[in-house]
């Protein structure tokens, strides 16, 4: 089991063997997890339950809640704590000094949700003890990026050569990042389609594609990703500028739009959705539409780490490990 005990703080530390026990874990678990069982998920000798602390130094409505509810379907104690108000950082407390505050306090392992910190960044690594990074910047979101490719899996069985568009606010997305890492290593074409002031300056690592009209890149795809506009991370003029109903007819996924799609086609957003900017209304009820997959997929997913990076013993009764079709056939 060599993710017993480490720290997930980047997808691109994974390797192919990581990726296979990842997703073969999740199987394994989905049925009781969605059945809403609980499963025993630590030896009957253990003198108390494993405990993961959760921090989030930025809002968080999914992840936040996806780690805890994937903490209690494994029966372990969560403790979470929303950091951007209503903590000692209002008082001039450091990121860095919460987290070791934390630490000291000895949980089983962490889970931290941060902007831009160079502080955690090298604080993070070298805590003694897992820790799983729940967005971090505009850098990465590794968890995402795994129930993305999780999601496309169980649809397609294998990406090889799957053309997988990702739009919007490119430049800004954590998001975007841990995609073009894992979804180029296990197989996919990846294409970028975003304004100018919301593209990356360099064409990323994985991105095969760059597109400058959206429906030119629906066509293309057989599945798209639509990236919320990140405001919070951009200058106050560009604030000031931004428009939702000219960036939407421009650059959203509108219902004309719709029909640019091929007839299979899948549909992706990490969320929170704003609607009527990158995505219309009538996208939420489109039947290509995996948006809520992606969210119970995130518990899965979630909960496959947090019994591995833990070491737990899961009850084998009622449990057996598939093999998980796609990965092999990557280049993970």
């Not at 999601?151 to 954590?174: C, K, M, N, Y």
């Not at 360099?202 to 066509?219: A, I, N, R």
């Amino acid at each position: 089991m060599p993710l017993s005990g480490v720290s997930l703080l980047d997808t691109k530390h994974l390797s192919h063997q990581d990726l296979q026990l990842i997703f073969s874990r999740s199987d394994l678990i989905r049925e009781p997890l969605l059945a809403s069982q609980r499963i025993q998920a630590w030896e009957s000798s253990t003198p108390r339950r494993p405990v993961v602390c959760c921090l989030f130094f930025e809002p968080s409505t999914r992840t936040r809640m996806s780690f805890q509810m994937a903490a209690y379907r494994l029966g372990l104690e969560v403790l979470t704590m929303e950091l951007s108000s209503g903590s000692s950082l209002s008082k001039g407390e450091t990121y860095a000094d919460t987290v070791l505050n934390f630490a000291a306090m000895n949980p089983d392992l962490m889970v931290v949700r941060y902007g831009n910190s160079p502080e955690l960044d090298a604080l993070l690594p070298n805590l003694n003890l897992p820790v799983i990074n729940a967005g971090s910047g505009t850098m990465a979101h590794p968890t995402q990026g795994l129930l993305d490719a999780y999601t496309l899996l169980r649809e397609w069985g294998s990406l090889r050569d799957r053309r997988v568009l990702i739009f919007g606010d490119v430049a800004h997305s954590r998001v975007a990042q841990s995609n073009f890492d894992l979804l180029s290593r296990l197989g996919a074409k990846i294409g970028i389609c975003a304004p100018p002031m919301y593209r990356p300056q360099q064409t990323p690592d994985g991105v095969s594609e760059q597109f400058d009209d959206l429906d030119q890149g629906l066509e293309w795809a057989d599945a798209v990703m639509g990236l919320r506009i990140q405001l919070e991370r951009h200058d106050t003029s560009a604030q000031r500028e931004f428009a939702a109903q000219e960036y939407h007819a421009n650059w959203g996924l509108s219902a004309q739009r719709l029909k640019k799609l091929k007839s299979d086609a899948i549909i992706l957003h990490p969320g929170p959705i704003n609607h009527g900017v990158e995505f219309a209304p009538e996208v939420m009820q489109d039947s290509r539409c995996r948006v809520l997959a992606q969210v119970t997929n995130g518990v899965v997913i979630r909960a496959a780490l947090l019994s591995l990076l833990l070491q737990l013993k899961l009850d084998q009764k009622s449990l057996e490990f598939p093999k998980v079709s796609g990965v092999e056939s990557g280049r993970a």
